[in-house]
C-alpha cells in the first residue's frame, strides 16, 4: 500500500452527551457496511455507556441508548462480541456487565463477579466462545461463555505484580496478551494436556520492552505483529512467526521490532492497527497521530514513518483511538475532555486518493 502524499485527519462530528471524560470506545462489528448504519459504543466516568449510531440519511451519529442504572463506578471498558449480539463493560465497580440488544433495548443479561475491585479492560476472543478481563487486583480472568448468557470462570491468572491496564485476544488464535503498570506484557495460552492456562512469555526491559507502565497493545490485520503504547512515551513493534504458531506452537516467541519515539511528549494511552496497515495512537498530550510501515528499505526489518500528526485534537489526553474494521480511513476519538470526535483520513487536494 502507497501512502505517498500529504493527508488530513478531517474531523466529522462530535459527539456530545457524557458528563465525565470518555475512557473507551468500540465500533460494532459488521456494522457501517451492506446498508447497516454504522453503530459505536462509548463508555465514561458518568457511570454509563453510550450506543450512537449513524443516521444513513445525513451521515451524522445519534445518541440511540444510554446504558445506566447498572454500574455504580466509572465504566472504563467496552467491547463487542464477534457477532455484535452482546456488549461486555467493565467498571471500577468490580464487575462487568453483559448487555443484550433485545427489541429496541439494550438489557443487562449478566453480570460477571469476581475481581477485587477496578476492572479494567474486557475483550473476547475471536470466536466469541471466551471472554476475559483484567483489573487493578493484578489479575487476569479467563470466562467461557455458555447458552444462555451464563459465564464460568475457567481461570485466573496470577502473574503481574501491578494493575494490569489491558487485555486483548489474538485475532485468530486463543492466545490472550495483557499489559499492566508492572511495564510488561504477557502472553498466555491454554496448555493442551490440562486444560490449564499459564503465561508463556512475558515481554518487558529485559528483551527491549518498555520502560514505564503499558497501556494498550493492537495487532495488525494478519496477526503477526502487534503494537504497544506506554508511560515511556514510546510505540513498539513486536513480530512473531504467524506460520509456527498456526501449526499448533502457540509459544512462537514475539520479538521487538523497532521503537517509535519522540513522538508523543505524554503518556500514550492508546494505540490501534487499522485492518489496512495505519497505526493510531493517542496520549496525554491531546494529540492523535497515524503511522505506517516504511516499504523503502527493509535491510534491518521494518520501519515506521509518521503519516500526520493531529495536534489539539482534543481539549484534553486522548484517552481512546479506534478505527472502525468496516469502513476504511473512519477513527473515533475518547477524551478526558468528555467527547467522541468522528475523525476521516483523507488526502490533501493535488494527491491521489488514499489507496484503500
Request: hydrophobic letters at 35%; proline letters at 3%.
Amino acid at each position: 500500500m502507497n501512502f505517498a502524499g500529504d493527508f488530513d485527519l478531517k474531523e466529522k462530528q462530535i459527539l456530545e452527551g457524557h458528563t465525565d471524560r470518555v475512557w473507551n470506545l468500540a465500533w460494532k462489528p459488521a456494522s457501517g457496511v451492506d446498508g447497516i448504519p454504522a453503530v459505536l459504543a462509548s463508555c465514561s466516568g458518568d457511570k454509563t455507556v453510550r450506543i450512537w449510531e449513524q443516521s444513513p440519511a445525513t451521515g451524522s451519529f445519534q445518541c440511540k441508548a444510554v446504558l445506566d442504572e447498572t454500574h455504580t463506578r466509572t465504566v472504563r471498558s467496552c467491547a463487542w462480541s464477534p457477532s455484535g449480539k452482546l456488549l461486555a463493560t467493565a467498571s471500577f465497580d468490580a464487575t462487568t456487565a453483559i448487555w443484550e440488544h433485545v427489541g429496541g433495548d439494550y438489557e443487562c443479561v449478566s453480570t460477571l463477579e469476581g475481581h477485587e475491585n477496578e476492572v479494567k479492560s474486557v475483550s473476547w476472543n475471536a470466536s466469541g466462545s471466551l471472554l476475559a478481563t483484567c483489573g487493578r487486583d493484578k489479575s487476569v480472568w479467563i470466562w467461557e461463555v455458555l447458552p444462555g448468557n451464563e459465564f464460568d470462570c475457567v481461570s485466573v491468572l496470577q502473574g503481574h505484580t501491578q494493575d494490569v491496564k489491558m487485555v486483548q485476544w489474538h485475532p485468530s488464535m486463543d492466545i490472550l496478551f495483557s499489559c499492566s503498570y508492572d511495564n510488561s506484557i504477557k502472553i498466555w495460552a491454554e496448555d493442551g494436556d490440562n486444560d490449564d492456562w499459564h503465561c508463556v512469555q512475558t515481554l518487558d526491559e529485559s528483551n527491549s520492552g518498555h520502560t514505564s507502565s503499558v497501556w494498550a497493545l493492537s495487532f495488525n490485520s494478519d496477526g503477526d505483529k502487534m503494537v504497544t503504547c506506554s508511560d515511556d512515551l514510546t510505540l513498539k513493534i513486536w513480530g512473531a512467526d504467524i506460520m509456527n504458531m498456526q501449526s499448533g506452537d502457540g509459544n512462537a516467541p514475539w520479538l521487538h521490532l523497532c521503537t517509535l519515539s519522540g513522538y508523543h511528549d505524554r503518556t500514550i494511552f492508546s494505540v490501534h492497527w487499522s485492518r489496512d496497515g495505519i497505526i493510531a495512537s493517542g496520549a496525554a498530550d491531546d494529540a492523535i497521530r497515524l503511522f505506517v510501515e516504511n516499504k523503502d528499505g527493509l535491510v534491518d526489518g521494518p520501519t515506521y514513518q509518521l503519516l500526520l500528526k493531529k495536534d489539539k485534537a482534543h481539549n484534553m489526553d486522548v484517552n481512546s483511538v479506534k478505527w472502525s474494521s468496516m469502513e476504511n480511513g473512519r477513527l473515533a476519538s475518547a477524551s478526558d475532555d468528555g467527547t467522541i470526535k468522528i475523525w476521516e483520513l483523507v488526502s490533501l487536494p493535488g494527491h491521489d486518493k488514499l489507496p484503500l
